[in-house]
């Protein structure tokens, strides 16, 4: 019942920006996350909000870059992404959880998206 889909990955410039979309259908989750992975690595916590927004986490290695934020009204969390890096190169996934609490371990979160694609070059 529970869909999510990410949308906004591109490529673009060192030091360029974009803004990541999740839009959530079916029934909203108590909070999401966003997830990134490159290849031949982990999947790597980037940031997470409880669906209310009184909670929010940041990364260290994006903290002050990256900002999560989300449209009750639209059903969509979103990720802006400033001040991009090559290590940021990545395919980043919209997480849902029925947790009401933000976690940076992907075992807690229950609902995934397919993942877009952010290309950052030198």
């Known amino acids: 019942q529970v869909q999510l889909l990410e949308s906004g990955g591109g490529l673009v410039q060192a030091g360029g920006s974009l803004r990541l979309s999740c839009a959530a259908s079916g029934r909203t989750s108590r909070s999401y996350g966003w997830f990134r992975q490159a290849p031949g690595k982990e999947r790597e916590f980037v940031a997470a909000?409880?669906?209310?927004?009184?909670?929010?986490l940041h990364a260290e290695s994006v903290k002050g870059r990256f900002t999560i934020s989300r449209d009750n009204a639209k059903n969509t969390v979103y990720l802006q992404m400033n001040s991009l890096k090559p290590e940021d190169t990545a395919v980043y996934y919209c997480a849902g959880s029925r947790l009401g609490l933000v976690n940076i371990d992907r075992e807690r979160y229950d609902y995934w998206g397919q993942g877009t694609q952010v290309t950052v070059s030198s």
């Open positions: 909000i409880t669906w209310g927004g009184a909670n929010i």
